[in-house]
């Protein structure tokens, strides 16, 4: 989850560098001492500095699946970062308050929580901070997340809900999901949510795709199949294309002008794919929305683990997920934006009973609509974080809305033939 980083300063960061300084620094009582992790666009997290042997633990610990030679590497910096050797920049935090909240959260879990490992993410819409439970000896106890503002808060909760329904029916045989220990207030006003531990190797592998399959398909025997309802979840997404906001004042015409051009687009599919009809045969079940890489790992049993389940939803197409992940992997590697329809099709025609080619492109499409809707949504509605002026979150905003245009624009911008036949 701590990403390798090659700063060696000895300084005292302020706190007012930290990302969500106001919710995690409440200026009184005493104060916690932390390593800090750097990268170019800023403090990425923050490491209890709390010893060598707690510093290796945290440090060796990868969230992505990684090369073994980046897994060696890895350890290898923990253990000098542990003798001292590089990473000195130190930061004080009054944390009380962040303790308190997360106290009176896990209160009769019997959770142990001594050290705490704060990670921030790259600036983002979502972006939140996601907080590691450590006990003594640095050994992952429960994992935290603190909504900060109405996107992310809103996520969280909806977390939370996903996660006591997965735990509701019958146990999973494969899938491991973790469970939820607790949602309450966070400082600040924030929303905090924790969960239990998902057990994965220090260097996770993503599981191959037979076994992602049996996993999907026990997710999606939580509920039932649904022949037809993919008309619901298509209504849906034409409702969050008329919610997306209108450009920010002050933003700069181009900006704004990309931003209508997206919500044109986005409405235009979706009248268009609304009115299909083939969407009578699409079958749908539960889907966790956001299946990638960094979300699922085999256990040492053989087993699923899968976290991160903010985007849950009981109605979308079979073989979303499994598309979803094709769809991330192809963005990753920047393949030719006309195969990225492609692709997905490719995927979902494995899944969906009654598959054909038009059927499986325009769920194709339907899933860059669901995203592009997502991201937007977020975007656009975000307040510039703790910290950061307007003009930069202005700036941030229009940078992430011509990527999101980049790649979602040419899978939507398509002749109605291709839709209809």
């Not at 050994?139 to 900060?148: D, Y």
């Not at 307040?383 to 992430?400: E, F, I, K, N, S």
């Amino acid at each position: 989850m701590t990403e390798l980083h090659q700063g060696a300063r000895a300084a005292t960061a302020p706190a007012t560098e930290i990302p969500f300084a106001g919710l995690l620094d409440d200026g009184s009582g005493s104060t916690s001492t932390y390593r800090v992790v750097r990268r170019p666009d800023g403090v990425r997290s923050l490491l209890p500095d709390a010893g060598a042997p707690v510093l290796r633990r945290v440090l060796s610990r990868a969230n992505d699946p990684e090369s073994r030679r980046r897994h060696l590497a890895r350890r290898g910096y923990a253990c000098v970062a542990g003798a001292g050797l590089v990473g000195r920049e130190r930061v004080h935090l009054a944390d009380g308050a962040l303790r308190s909240s997360l106290e009176q959260v896990l209160s009769g879990t019997g959770v142990e929580v001594q050290h705490l490992a704060l990670h921030f993410g790259p600036p983002r819409a979502n972006r939140k901070p996601v907080v590691l439970l450590l006990d003594g000896a640095g050994r992952l106890s429960a994992v935290a997340k603190i909504g900060t503002g109405p996107v992310t808060s809103t996520l969280v909760r909806h977390e939370a809900g996903a996660l006591r329904s997965l735990h509701s029916g019958p146990p999973h045989t494969l899938l491991v999901v973790p469970e939820l220990l607790g949602l309450g207030p966070g400082p600040g006003g924030s929303t905090l949510m924790v969960q239990s531990v998902v057990p994965v190797p220090d260097r996770p592998q993503v599981p191959d795709e037979s076994l992602r399959r049996a996993a999907q398909r026990e997710l999606s025997a939580h509920g039932p199949e649904w022949p037809g309802s993919a008309a619901g979840w298509v209504a849906s997404l034409f409702d969050r294309v008329l919610a997306l906001p209108d450009p920010d004042e002050g933003c700069d015409t181009e900006h704004a002008d990309l931003q209508r051009r997206l919500v044109g687009t986005a409405f235009r599919a979706v009248t268009d794919l609304a009115s299909a009809p083939w969407l009578d045969d699409v079958v749908c079940a539960p889907s966790h929305g956001d299946w990638a890489p960094q979300n699922l790992a085999v256990t040492a049993e053989g087993r699923v683990a899968v976290w991160d389940w903010e985007r849950f939803a009981d109605v979308r197409p079979l073989g979303y997920d499994e598309a979803h992940l094709v769809l991330q992997q192809h963005r990753r590697h920047t393949q030719p934006e006309g195969s990225l329809v492609t692709s997905c099709a490719e995927v979902l025609s494995r899944w969906q009973p009654r598959s054909r080619a038009l059927q499986d492109r325009g769920l194709a499409r339907l899933l860059v609509l669901d995203l592009l809707t997502r991201y937007a949504g977020d975007l656009w509605r975000a307040q510039p974080a703790d910290g950061v002026d307007v003009d930069t979150h202005l700036a941030r905003t229009a940078r992430a809305t011509r990527e999101l245009a980049a790649w979602t624009l040419p899978a939507l911008t398509t002749h109605h033939t291709t839709i209809h036949g």
